[in-house]
């Protein structure tokens, strides 16, 4: 079966960057888009950033200007860039294939910002 792969997450100060990864463990066919959620202690899972297959990029008000989604097609993997990040962005964070049939999630990775 086919998973998602991520990596990147970590400790880092207010105003620091961190980048994550994903990558599919094997092909997936039709992968629309691929997205960053991410779920804080006793909230919601929420979007951070997708890109679609056409490369248009959607984000999150909170994020705007501070994170950047791109997307590798060959490697059928997607990053995402975090820079200037802030307490709130506290979280773990997924990443998420959309194929035509089926979604898949990645298991999470820890992202911790605290001085």
């Known amino acids: 079966q086919v998973q998602l792969v991520e990596s990147g997450g970590g400790l880092v100060q207010p105003g620091g960057s961190l980048r994550l990864s994903c990558a599919a463990s094997?092909?997936?066919?039709?992968?629309?888009?691929m997205g960053w959620y991410r779920q804080a202690p006793g909230k919601q899972r929420e979007l951070v950033a997708a890109?679609?297959?056409?490369?248009?990029?959607n984000y999150a008000d909170s994020v705007k200007g501070r994170f950047t989604i791109s997307r590798d097609y060959a490697k059928n993997s997607v990053d995402l860039q975090m820079n200037s990040l802030k307490p709130e962005d506290t979280a773990v964070y997924y990443c998420?294939?959309?194929?035509?049939?089926?979604?898949?999630w990645g298991q999470g990775t820890q992202v911790t910002v605290s001085s």
């Open positions: 094997g092909v997936i066919f039709s992968i629309r888009d």
């Open positions: 998420n294939f959309k194929a035509r049939y089926v979604d898949y």
């Open positions: 890109i679609s297959s056409g490369g248009s990029t």
